[in-house]
């Protein structure tokens, strides 16, 4: 069977069929980004994706996984090679278990490619549909036809292709009481998903469900307007998040006669999260739950399949395997390729269990995702209990005590994003789900509009550490922020942190008092911490430029802050509070935990200096490679230190035995978003180190970290720090100079 059509009529049908619903739908401005209260949750409304392994054990323990989860609904792919193989083995297993599966049948990559035109490729397909068909027709829930095809790198799949293998599926499965399931857009591609829906309506083969892969990865929050779309002076006009983008979705589904809308494929990979975050599986378990929860409110989906369940990279259970498979898993989810033995499940394996147990057949009455980064939901369950979830954009926090009386947090029982029941009370809602469960229904203190309208500080970090909440605290005429570890009391922790109370406490040591002061106490709630007082004094012209920058206080806050969530050693944030008027320019102050046992880059390579080859139990190599492994990291994860002098770096023995580095004095580090650090900007930042080095040891450390770097050594490297030594040089002279003159008088 030739194409019917040929390239050039589809394109003009295509550019039609786009230009034309874009016009009826008005561009989607009627389709709000806002969510409202009504929706209710269908007990089927999660799914998962699973794929076979070459170990038979594997079946069992998915199926053991499923039943753990509580789900019902299961997607496979299916191709030629599946049939008499471990996924016809996994698919035979699942349907006799009783799970509902959605069989994604696709041809080979090669097949797909020539499908179009190929008769020989159209017999093969045709062949496999009538024998999955005669095999499972009245067994599987439905079939889905293909996948991806706006990712013919993946799939093979053109769009022309991937409709004639949509006609030869339905004259096969015609008569017959199968529901069939397409396209399988990747991503929020709504014209692919037009001119794909158009053409099978105008066959008289429009799906039964309307599948797509609605990722929103590449604008990393689930909440966040995508920036991708039309630009980003565009974003903030037709906000397409993931509510409008779901409901562009449905909207098309009712235009091209479809029943069911449905998100097939959806996941976070660890590698990518890598790249903002130093604990990975947290941040998917995090994001997992957010996603879920906002599609499951939306109004616009029918059901939402997550991402592979097993997979080192995708996966809700990783399986050790390295590397990837060629075609993606979005495309083609193949198997499992790691040993049993390593199959492990992660946070995102028990923070979808708990979703799945609590929201499956709740209804929503009441539902905050507001531009100021609250998100707040209120469900009835099925439980004879209310849960509230709630949490923030990230960086963002929300006292608890701004939507709840102290009595109903009194009354709650919290969980974690895993479901775990904690030990103590919460006091904020943070970029981390947090679960409130009511014996009795509870209203927040504010409506809807009013926490819509409430003002969160987006000028201050809050990172993510295990054990501790971040607030921000406003007390007199002192603002700022404090972190309270699991077990103090919040009053007490913040009264501790005033800067009358900090300058009241005896002083351990003070390490400077120049510029600014710096000096070390005692917790006065743990006598066995030492904690590190900054107060950053401004004078002379600092006090006009300064003016214009947040304090030191805040910036050395959020710098520990950013660094800290980007996993780049920092000493943890307790507190910093400026004045609440001309905060930059009067003296404010920042608390941070004290590194103890420590050696300074510097006190190494003035040893190095001087010939030794050892130091404080180290060798040199081991101390540089050390130190190229920090620095190079926190370059990678776009900061800039710009005071990154060998005092400055603080190592540690750590208990294998290893060096952790830690910098400190980071008032002046520069965290960018989405900028290349460059290796211009990456020498300039090196150049103080280098500077206690003599040459010889210079190339020694500069050649460790460009094997961190992963780029050649050249001899670039030598002019930034040789321009920095002749700074240096005419500093000292003229200060000699200076000095001279003034002993003359």
Not at 232 to 261: C, E, P
């Amino acid at each position: 069977m030739k194409s019917r059509i040929s390239l050039r009529q589809h394109c003009l049908r295509a550019t039609k069929d786009a230009l034309l619903t874009l016009v009826k739908a008005g561009l989607w401005f009627h389709c709000s980004p806002k969510l409202q209260a009504g929706a209710q949750i269908q007990n089927d409304f999660f799914g998962i994706n699973i794929a076979p392994s070459s170990d038979p054990r594997a079946d069992d323990y998915i199926v053991e996984r499923l039943r753990e989860l509580d789900l019902q609904n299961v997607r496979m792919d299916f191709t030629y090679a599946s049939l008499g193989s471990d996924a016809e083995r996994l698919l035979q297993r699942v349907l006799a278990e009783g799970f509902k599966v959605m069989l994604d049948l696709l041809p080979p990559f090669d097949d797909a490619v020539v499908l179009a035109d190929d008769s020989v490729a159209q017999e093969r397909w045709r062949e496999f549909i009538e024998t999955v068909t005669d095999r499972y027709g009245v067994q599987v829930n439905c079939f889905e036809i293909g996948a991806t095809p706006n990712r013919g790198r993946w799939s093979g799949f053109e769009p022309l292709s991937y409709l004639v293998a949509w006609e030869i599926a339905c004259k096969q499965l015609a008569g017959q009481d199968i529901l069939l399931a397409g396209p399988n857009v990747s991503d929020f591609e709504p014209i692919s998903n037009i001119i794909l829906l158009a053409e099978m309506q105008r066959q008289g083969n429009a799906p039964d469900i309307h599948t797509d892969n609605l990722f929103v990865e590449r604008v990393i929050e689930p909440e966040a307007y995508d920036h991708r779309v039309f630009g980003r002076w565009m974003t903030n006009i037709f906000k397409f998040n993931l509510v409008k983008k779901a409901r562009i979705y449905a909207d098309l589904t009712h235009r091209f006669g479809v029943k069911q809308t449905v998100c097939s494929y959806k996941c976070w990979t660890t590698k990518r999260l890598s790249r903002f975050s130093d604990t990975p599986e947290i941040r998917k378990a995090n994001y997992l739950v957010r996603y879920l929860v906002i599609a499951a409110t939306s109004g616009a989906l029918d059901k939402v399949y997550w991402g592979p369940l097993i997979c080192s990279r995708d996966g809700l259970i990783t399986d050790g395997a390295e590397g990837y498979p060629k075609i993606d898993n979005v495309s083609f989810y193949k198997e499992v390729r790691g040993d049993y033995e390593q199959f492990q499940p992660g946070n995102a394996y028990y923070a979808l269990q708990n979703l799945v147990r609590l929201l499956s057949g709740a209804e929503c009455v009441q539902v905050v995702s507001a531009d100021n980064g609250i998100n707040h939901f209120i469900f009835n369950t099925g439980q004879n209990t209310q849960l509230h979830i709630g949490w923030t954009r990230d960086r963002y926090v929300l006292p608890l005590q701004s939507l709840y009386t102290q009595q109903q947090i009194d009354e709650a029982s919290f969980l974690d994003t895993c479901g775990e029941t904690l030990d103590h009370q919460a006091i904020s809602f943070s970029e981390q789900p947090l679960f409130l469960q009511f014996v009795e229904p509870q209203a927040t203190k504010i409506n809807v509009e009013q926490i819509e309208r409430l003002v969160i500080p987006k000028n201050t970090v809050y990172p993510y550490v295990d054990g501790v909440e971040f607030i921000p605290w406003h007390e007199g005429d002192w603002i700022g922020a404090i972190a309270v570890k699991t077990g103090e009391k919040l009053l007490e922790k913040a009264d501790s942190m005033l800067p009358e109370s900090l300058l009241s406490l005896p002083q351990l040591g003070v390490h400077r008092d120049q510029r600014n002061k710096v000096w070390s106490i005692k917790n006065p709630l743990n006598p066995d911490e030492t904690l590190i007082v900054k107060q950053n004094r401004v004078q002379g012209l600092k006090k006009f430029s300064y003016r214009f920058k947040a304090s030191k206080g805040e910036r050395h806050w959020n710098n520990a802050s950013e660094m800290i969530r980007r996993g780049v050693n920092s000493p943890k944030p307790i507190a910093y509070f400026e004045r609440t008027k001309n905060a930059a320019i009067t003296h404010n102050y920042y608390v941070c935990e004290f590194v103890a046992d420590a050696f300074s880059a510097r006190d190494a390579f003035v040893v190095f200096a001087q010939g030794e080859e050892q130091y404080s139990g180290f060798d040199k190599d081991t101390i540089f490679r050390a130190i190229a492994h920090y620095t190079c990291k926190m370059h990678n994860n776009q900061i800039i230190h710009y005071d990154l002098s060998g005092g400055n770096l603080l190592m540690t023995k750590n208990d294998h035995g290893q060096i952790d580095v830690t910098a400190i004095d980071i008032g002046r580090a520069a965290i960018f978003e989405g900028k290349k650090i460059t290796e211009k900007m990456r020498l300039i930042d090196l150049r103080r180190i280098c500077y206690k080095l003599d040459w010889p040891n210079r190339e020694i450390f500069m050649q460790a970290y460009f094997d961190e770097y992963g780029q050649v050594f050249g001899p670039g490297w030598r002019k930034p720090l040789g321009n920095y030594e002749r700074k240096q040089r005419t500093k000292r002279k003229i200060k000699q100079a200076l000095k001279r003159i003034r002993g003359k008088h």
